[in-house]
């Protein structure tokens, strides 16, 4: 080993006066100060920088501000995941005593913390149709803190009455907390409208290559937000800083790749819908979806990424159709560079009886679609022979 590294002296890092276009990764977990004046000075906020990694650390920072700005929102939190940042709006604005209403579809982890983990802790809650207000303020009990809603539901796509919600939460001082991550901040702002926190799973399509797991949150009162943020620094909730950069790399294509795959989306809906051996299609902007007024008012008539439908026949017909597309990956995730498949019956809604998955319409039929980037005709012919594949089974 060289001489100058047996008293375990760090190296010094090259400066240089240029400065490098990308980030650069900063995974120290510890920060030296000059001297305890200085570091007084840094706890005491008089002066900023970084003491330790999960109290903070500069790629977390760097991808708070991206998300911030694409939400319209200052302060928002980067988390480990996007359970953290679900995690992180329910807990640190809920105590023993409050009462918190869910969203009747809400993605399987967020119903999870709800209906097991938070009454253990005293936290009682209740779940109402987030398509219908009165449904929710139905809910409400003299004790409710927050209501959760997600914009677009798992995996039938229904769009959420956000409006509505906003002001019955304004009108009866509700916390009202909306998971954007099927909509992404390019189809709706939650917090513009009203809205007092917007969470995200970054992991999705904000990072968008199934390489970073990462949740964000954002509030639009000051307090909540510290709340928020000193909570995820107590229970660990922080990002690693590699994580942090790859999402940060993804934002910068965010636009174009939202773009390319809502135009997809679009495109693949219609022609699901025109084959043979498809029952329905669901997707928001198309006139036949059970919300279609509502996303053309709410989300500006796009219908976003993601596609569910169905086709005739039992899992026999399922796996026909996931086995005669290859390049499409069969895997439980949504927001990837390419085209994902999911098979609710399976995965995400596995636990539910037969009869509760027949209510929503998951037939072994059922499929949901995270719509990638490739190009659409190439995407359409990929369907085509699956649907065909499971008309033959
Ligand atoms: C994936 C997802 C989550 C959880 O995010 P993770 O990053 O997997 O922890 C929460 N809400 C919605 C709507 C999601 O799709």
Not at 158 to 171: C, K, S
Not at 275 to 289: C, F, I, Q
Request: overall charge negative; glycine content about 8%.
């Amino acid at each position: 080993m060289a001489d100058q590294n047996r008293g375990m002296r760090r190296a010094t890092f090259p400066t240089s006066v240029s400065r490098p276009v990308a980030s650069p990764i900063q995974p120290s977990v510890v920060y030296a100060s000059p001297d305890p004046d200085a570091l007084d000075r840094q706890y005491a906020g008089e002066a900023s920088g970084y003491t330790y990694a999960r109290e903070g650390h500069p790629n977390a920072d760097v991808l708070a501000g991206l998300l911030d700005q694409a939400e319209g929102a200052t302060g928002g939190i980067v988390t480990g995941s996007g359970m953290a940042a679900v995690s992180a709006a329910l807990l640190a604005n809920l105590s023993a005593g409050d009462h918190a209403v869910g969203a009747d579809q809400l993605y399987g982890r967020s119903l999870r913390l709800m209906k097991e983990d938070l009454p253990r802790l005293g936290i009682s809650t209740s779940f109402a149709d987030p398509t219908d207000v009165s449904s929710i303020a139905a809910a409400l009990r003299p004790e409710t803190r927050i209501i959760l809603i997600e914009t677009v539901s798992n995996p039938t796509l229904r769009v959420a009455d956000v409006e509505g919600i906003i002001r019955l939460g304004n009108d009866r001082g509700v916390l009202v907390a909306v998971d954007n991550t099927f909509t992404t901040p390019r189809g709706l702002q939650p917090l513009a409208l009203g809205a007092d926190i917007v969470i995200h799973s970054v992991t999705k399509l904000l990072a968008g290559h199934s390489d970073a797991t990462l949740g964000y949150a954002a509030a639009a009162d000051r307090d909540v937000a510290e709340r928020m943020s000193v909570l995820v620094q107590t229970m660990g909730l922080t990002p690693s800083p590699f994580d942090c950069w790859l999402a940060e790399r993804g934002m910068y294509t965010f636009d174009l790749r939202y773009e390319r795959a809502t135009a997809n989306a679009a495109r693949l809906a219609d022609a699901l819908a025109e084959m043979k051996g498809v029952e329905r299609v669901l997707y928001p902007a198309r006139p036949d979806h059970p919300d279609h007024n509502r996303a053309t008012a709410l989300l500006a008539g796009e219908g976003g990424h993601m596609v569910s439908f169905e086709v005739k026949g039992s899992r026999d017909a399922a796996n026909a159709l996931v086995r005669a597309m290859p390049d499409i990956a069969f895997a439980p995730t949504l927001g990837d560079i390419g085209t994902t498949l999911s098979h609710p019956a399976t995965s995400s809604h596995r636990a539910l009886t037969p009869e509760e998955r027949d209510a929503l319409g998951i037939s072994e039929g059922f499929f949901r679609v995270s719509v990638g980037c490739e190009s659409a005709e190439t995407l359409i012919e990929r369907f085509r022979r699956g649907v065909e594949a499971s008309r033959s089974a």
